[in-house]
């Protein structure tokens, strides 16, 4: 299994801290936010990890992670040149991931205990699963993708409704295979000109094939 952290986008909502630094870079604890990241694939049993950053930041979190021997890890570093969203960051890793499945983590999530999404992440390895997704429950998940259920089955996955539909917020932490890839390719941008993570996993969950666990841990967002 491959690991694959995408630690773009400008953190804008977290200005001026991040007028100068990348918010993945940002200290959570006594260590910045990334390494939290390369822990939680440590513990998972991931070894070969791809970080997807901007132009910009990429040299910073480099100076930050090294080859990623510290932690155990083996890190290799891909640019996204514009910001055109999460998924399209996501189809960089497609060459790296190979025919691996692996878990895909968003630069600005948090998890604590990291161990409770480790089991999870281990037993996708060896399942027949195309995908598998988590969410955490949450009194307003309106902020969020939101997981729609039916007969214990997750049907659909909705952006940012404007009333609480569902209180299953879907969290930045994916386990793929690398099927997905050729759905990313037919991904069209969304209104705001970006490819959408959540418009694959919505096209996932209708066509099947995968499931949707529920995490009873803490998870920050921490893009605020």
């Known amino acids: 299994m491959r ?19 990348n918010k993945a870079l940002l200290p959570v604890g006594m260590v910045p936010l990334f390494y939290h990241h390369l822990y939680l694939m440590a513990e998972a049993g991931i070894g070969d990890v791809l970080v997807v950053s901007t132009p910009e930041d990429s040299g910073d979190i480099m100076r930050a992670c090294g080859s990623g021997l510290a932690h155990g890890l083996s890190l290799t570093y891909r640019v996204q040149d514009k910001p055109d969203g999460i998924a399209s960051a996501l189809k960089l890793a497609e060459d790296f991931v190979r025919d691996e499945p692996f878990v895909v983590l968003l630069g600005d999530n948090l998890f604590f205990p990291r161990a409770d999404a480790v089991g999870p992440i281990r037993d996708f390895v060896a399942s027949d699963l195309k995908y598998r997704l988590f969410v955490v429950r949450r009194d307003d998940p309106r902020a969020f993708g939101v997981a729609i259920w039916r007969d214990g089955k997750v049907i659909d996955i909705i952006e940012k409704p404007a009333e609480v539909v569902s209180r299953d917020a879907v969290v930045g932490l994916y386990c793929y295979k690398p099927d997905i890839f050729p759905i990313l390719r037919e991904l069209k941008p969304s209104a705001r000109g970006e490819l959408e993570i959540s418009d694959l996993n919505r096209r ?21």
Request: aromatic share 2%; hydrophobic share 40%.
């Open 3 to 21: 690991g694959v952290i995408l630690a773009g986008g400008r953190g804008t909502r977290l200005q001026p801290l991040t007028l100068a630094v």
């Open 204 to 224: 996932l969950v209708q066509e099947g094939g995968g499931d949707v666990k529920r995490l009873h841990m803490e998870w920050i967002d921490a893009g605020t």
